[in-house]
């Protein structure tokens, strides 16, 4: 069974995004320098993106993150799901309204308007069915935004959270975590460059003891 991994890049203080994020300033006042790291020439920065490119059979965004990465300052044909590497796996969103057009035609959209569960679980399909196409085991990445992958965390949805700290105090703007239940993790590894801290670690279940 493919795994979901929750991926995304958080400032030192928390925050996913600046202050002010919106369909035009996707990530907020001041949070450019939060996926430096995406563009880095460090070759650590870019095999972990593009393994983690690689790796993904399906992605899982909310509404919001859509409506950045399609809006006019989104995704175009020189970067976007894995910046500079662009893979282009089916994309699963969770919305309560389905978009009535989409500007980046050329990827595969699915909407689910029935939860977040329901849309993982449509990805992780779609990423097993890749997986048995390919010969090789995909994963099912929720990229975020953060309410999203937070509320995956708090409903047991995620297997692997994968976290790149970026050396970054926002302040303020789009956190994480805003308290909630407790996640124990278990820390797998840690890789630091000059542009973040990858960190991943495996998300321990009720099932797991």
């Known amino acids: 069974m493919s795994r979901v991994i929750a991926d995304i890049t958080v400032s030192l203080d928390g925050f996913v995004t600046g202050p002010g994020a919106g369909p035009e300033n996707g990530l907020g006042t001041g949070g450019e320098p939060l996926h430096r790291w995406a563009f880095s020439d460090d070759p650590v920065d870019q095999r ?35 910046a500079g ?26 909407f689910v308007t029935t939860g977040l569960a329901a849309a993982v679980a449509v990805a ?54 805003t308290g909630g239940q407790p996640c124990p993790l278990v820390q797998r590894t840690v890789t630091p460059t000059a542009t973040a801290t990858h960190l991943v670690y495996d998300v321990v279940t009720s099932d797991d003891g």
């Open 48 to 82: 972990i993106l593009r393994e983690g490119t690689a790796r993904s059979g399906a992605v899982v965004m909310g509404r919001r993150l859509f409506d950045v990465v399609d809006g006019p300052q989104g995704w175009d044909e020189r970067t976007g799901y894995g």
């Open 85 to 110: 590497e662009a893979g282009t796996p089916p994309f699963v969103v969770v919305t309560s309204s389905p978009p009535t057009s989409v500007r980046l035609s050329g990827l595969d959209w699915t």
């Open 124 to 177: 992780r399909e779609r990423a097993e069915a890749a997986s048995e196409e390919q010969g090789e085991e995909l994963d099912v990445v929720v990229m975020g935004g953060g309410a999203t992958i937070a509320s995956a965390l708090a409903t047991g949805l995620v297997d692997v959270l994968s976290l790149h700290l970026a050396p970054l105090i926002l302040g303020a703007g789009t956190p994480l975590f």
